[in-house]
C-alpha cells in the first residue's frame, strides 16, 4: 500500500493508531505530536515517522498544511530511528513542491510516477538528526511570526547565540542563510494560504511579511514560475476539471 494525501489537523489534540506506517512531511506550519510520553515538534524541511501499531496525540492550527505517506512497507533504514523526527535532505525538500502540486490537480496520470520516485528519494535518505535546540527556537520563532519584520539579531536572541555564531550555526545545519530559510518559508506559506483561503493577494502579502503586494508577487514569481494570481487559478481549473 502507497497512498499520498494533503491533510490538516484539528488544533485539539486527538490520539489515534493504525495498522500502517506513516510519514508525515509538513508543508507549511508544524505539528505537535506525543508518543510514548514524549512531545515532539515537526517542522518544515522534517519528516515525521510513524511505525505501525504506535499510539500517538497529534495537533496542529488549523492553517497547517502537510503531505501525509501511508505505506505498508517501509525502507528498512527507517524503521529503527532513536527519534521519530529526522532532516530531509536537500534533494527531498524541492520534491515535496511537486508532490503537491501533482495531489493538488488530482494528476492521475503522473502521479504514480511521482509517487515511484518518492519512494526511490526515500530508499536514498540518509536520515539527519534534527536541527539544534537552539537554531530550533530561532526556526519555530519563525513560523510563528511570519507576516512580522524580522530581523538577525532578534532571531539569534531567540537561538541565544551571538550574530556570528547563529549565521555560522544555521548555515552549517540548514544548508542556507537565515534570510534564505525565512523566505522560503514564507512563500511556502503563501501556497497554502491561496489555495485554502478566500485572501487578496495583498492581504496574504502582508500576512506572509510584505508590505508591497508587487515585491511579493515578484519573489513568488521568481521561484514557483508563475504569479500568485496564475498559481491559483491553475488550481481552481484543476479542481473544475476534475
Same mark, same amino acid.
Given at each position: 500500500?502507497?497512498?499520498?494525501?494533503?491533510?490538516?489537523?484539528? %488544533?485539539? #489534540?486527538?490520539?489515534?493508531?493504525?495498522?500502517?506506517?506513516?510519514? !508525515? $512531511? %509538513? $508543508?507549511?506550519?508544524?505539528?505537535?505530536?506525543?508518543?510514548? #510520553?514524549?512531545?515532539? @515538534?515537526?517542522?518544515?524541511?522534517?519528516?515525521? !515517522?510513524?511505525?505501525?501499531?504506535? *499510539?500517538?496525540?497529534?495537533?496542529?492550527?488549523?492553517?497547517?498544511?502537510? $503531505?501525509? !505517506?501511508?505505506?505498508?512497507?517501509?525502507?528498512?533504514? =527507517?524503521?529503527?530511528?532513536?527519534?521519530?523526527?529526522?532532516?530531509?535532505?536537500?534533494?527531498?525538500?524541492?520534491? /515535496?513542491?511537486?508532490? *503537491?502540486?501533482?495531489?493538488?490537480? @488530482?494528476?492521475?496520470?503522473?502521479?504514480?510516477? +511521482?509517487? @515511484?520516485?518518492?519512494?526511490? =528519494?526515500?530508499?536514498? &535518505?540518509?536520515?539527519?538528526?534534527?536541527?539544534?535546540?537552539?537554531?530550533?527556537?530561532?526556526?519555530?520563532?519563525?513560523?510563528?511570526?511570519?507576516?512580522? *519584520?524580522?530581523? /538577525?539579531?532578534?532571531?539569534?536572541?531567540?537561538?541565544?547565540?551571538? /550574530?556570528?555564531?547563529?549565521?555560522?550555526?544555521?548555515?552549517?545545519?540548514?544548508?542556507?542563510?537565515?534570510? #534564505?530559510?525565512?523566505?522560503?518559508?514564507?512563500?511556502?506559506?503563501?501556497?497554502?494560504? =491561496?489555495?485554502?483561503?478566500?485572501?487578496? !493577494?495583498?492581504?496574504?502579502? =502582508? &500576512?506572509?511579511?510584505?508590505?508591497? +503586494?508587487?515585491?511579493?508577487?515578484?519573489?513568488?514569481?521568481?521561484?514557483?514560475?508563475?504569479?500568485?494570481?496564475?498559481?491559483?487559478?491553475?488550481?481552481?481549473?484543476?479542481?473544475?476539471? +476534475?
Amino acid at each position: 500500500m502507497l497512498s499520498l494525501s494533503i491533510r490538516a489537523y484539528s %488544533p485539539i #489534540q486527538l490520539s489515534h493508531s493504525h495498522e500502517h506506517h506513516q510519514l !508525515v $512531511l %509538513p $508543508l507549511a506550519g508544524r505539528l505537535n505530536l506525543l508518543i510514548n #510520553q514524549q512531545q515532539f @515538534q515537526v517542522g518544515t524541511a522534517e519528516c515525521l !515517522v510513524i511505525l505501525a501499531g504506535t *499510539e500517538h496525540g497529534f495537533s496542529a492550527a488549523e492553517q497547517c498544511r502537510f $503531505l501525509v !505517506v501511508d505505506l505498508t512497507h517501509l525502507p528498512a533504514h =527507517l524503521l529503527h530511528l532513536t527519534q521519530p523526527v529526522f532532516q530531509l535532505s536537500a534533494r527531498m525538500q524541492p520534491y /515535496l513542491l511537486v508532490l *503537491e502540486q501533482l495531489l493538488l490537480q @488530482q494528476n492521475q496520470q503522473l502521479l504514480p510516477t +511521482a509517487q @515511484q520516485f518518492f519512494l526511490q =528519494l526515500l530508499e536514498a &535518505e540518509q536520515p539527519a538528526p534534527a536541527v539544534d535546540k537552539r537554531v530550533r527556537q530561532a526556526l519555530l520563532y519563525m513560523q510563528d511570526h511570519l507576516a512580522e *519584520e524580522l530581523d /538577525l539579531v532578534k532571531l539569534a536572541s531567540k537561538a541565544s547565540l551571538s /550574530l556570528s555564531q547563529f549565521k555560522q550555526l544555521f548555515r552549517q545545519q540548514l544548508g542556507r542563510s537565515p534570510g #534564505q530559510y525565512l523566505t522560503t518559508l514564507r512563500m511556502q506559506h503563501s501556497r497554502t494560504l =491561496l489555495l485554502f483561503s478566500n485572501l487578496t !493577494v495583498q492581504q496574504i502579502a =502582508l &500576512e506572509c511579511g510584505y508590505q508591497s +503586494a508587487s515585491a511579493f508577487s515578484a519573489r513568488f514569481s521568481q521561484l514557483f514560475g508563475q504569479s500568485p494570481q496564475q498559481f491559483r487559478g491553475q488550481q481552481y481549473r484543476g479542481s473544475a476539471k +476534475a
